[in-house]
């Protein structure tokens, strides 16, 4: 599904960071890879980033066409579809 999506972050908690861990040389798009719970040598750390950022408040134009979700489903085949 992450390389379906061609999502480029992904936000880990420790409870996946294994699994994460083990698909990393087979996700071809994700870029940035986020703790959520720990500081990791192997991740970027959520708390870190934000206390980083500047305070100014951030706008960012959508469009009506933007792709705002994208859900996927595993019917009878239990494969997922888009």
């Known amino acids: 599904m992450l390389n379906s999506s061609e ?5 880990v908690g ?7 861990n ?3 040389p087979d996700l071809k798009f994700v870029k940035n890879y986020i ?3 720990k500081k990791s040598d192997k991740y970027l750390y959520y708390e870190d980033i934000i206390a980083s950022s500047p ?6 134009e959508i469009d009506d066409n933007d792709t705002t ?3 996927y ?3 009878t085949t ?4 888009e």
């Open 35 to 37: 703790s959520i719970d």
């Open 22 to 24: 083990s698909m990393r």
């Open 55 to 60: 305070a100014d408040e951030v706008v960012t």
């Open 7 to 11: 999502a480029n972050t992904i936000f």
């Open 69 to 71: 979700i994208l859900m």
């Open 73 to 75: 489903t595993a019917g």
């Open 14 to 20: 420790e409870r996946y960071s294994e699994m994460v």
């Open 78 to 81: 239990g494969f997922p579809k």
